[in-house]
Each structure stands twice: as C-alpha cells, then as structure tokens.
C-alpha cells in the first residue's frame, strides 16, 4: 500500500507540474497584454493632459523665530524682506503662503514656528542663471533676520500659463 500511496503522489504532482506549465505561458501572456494596455492607456492620458513647458519650481522655507531669543519676524518685515530682496530678482511672480513647522535646531532642540513658503516658478533653461539669485535670497534672509537656514527644494514640472 505504501508503494501505492508514493506511486500516486508523484503522479499526481507530475500532472499537476504539467498542467501548471502548460498554462502559465497562456496565463503570462494574458497578463502581458493586460500590462502593455495599461502602460499604453497611461501613456496616452499623461500625453494628453501634459501641458505646458518645463519649469523648474523652488521652494523656500523661512521660519519666524530667531534662535538668539529675539522678536519673531512680523508680516510686516517678511512681506517687506520680500519686496526688497524677492521680487527684484523674480519680478515675473511669485507666491507667498504662510504656514506653521517644526525643525531640530543646531542645539537639538525642537523649533515650532510660524513659518512662509515662497514658491518661485522659472523655466528650466535658466536655472543656472536663477540659482545665484535665490542663493542671495537665502543669505540675505538669514543675515537680516538672525535665522541658521532657509529650507530650499527644487522639483521640475510642466507649467501652462
């Protein structure tokens, strides 16, 4: 009986390898035709909505609190600091929003803050020529206002006006 028992297993798992192999190309090929339209219908609605000509978008991120212990900067100073050092250098535009965060200081401490958000876009093709200007945005603000950094993150993206 035992000789039996061990017969039948491996027949049963020969045709179950079998069946498995004889399958899965028509399995696999299901999926592949499955996977090629959807790459190719994600391909034509990112091409028909894309938009626009190649930007860069740079964001900065100015807190409030001075780490000396001094007066937290004002809307007045900020939108001031702006019109002064920010919009010379971006006269096309630009967006402030204003925000709340937290960072870990240089002594470890935990910083909450009111804090704004300059969003500048430019084309991609001047990103060598804008960069030194946002770097004297950065400078500038910390210097006037005491701070140890000016967050920045850059992302391109598709612009449409």
Known sequence: MPLLTTTRSR???????????????????????????TATATATA???????AA??????????????GGPAVTD?????????EVTPAFPEGLTVQEGRGQWRDASGRIERERSYELILLYPAGEAKARDPRIER??????????Q???????ERTSVDF
Do not use: H, K, N
Not at 47 to 52: D, F, K, P
Not at 55 to 67: D, V
Not at 137 to 146: P, T
């Open 11 to 37: 027949l049963a798992l020969t045709t179950a390898t079998v069946l498995l192999a004889a399958g899965a190309p028509a399995a696999y090929a299901t999926l592949g035709d499955q996977a090629a339209a």
């Open 76 to 84: 007045q100073q900020f939108m001031a600091f702006v019109d002064r």
């Open 137 to 146: 945005i950065r400078d500038a603000y910390e210097r006037a206002f005491g």
């Open 55 to 68: 930007y860069l978008e740079t964001r900065l991120l100015f807190g409030t609190e001075r780490p000396d």
């Open 46 to 52: 990112t091409a028909a909505t894309a938009r626009g």
């Open 148 to 154: 140890e950094s000016v967050a920045r993150l850059d």
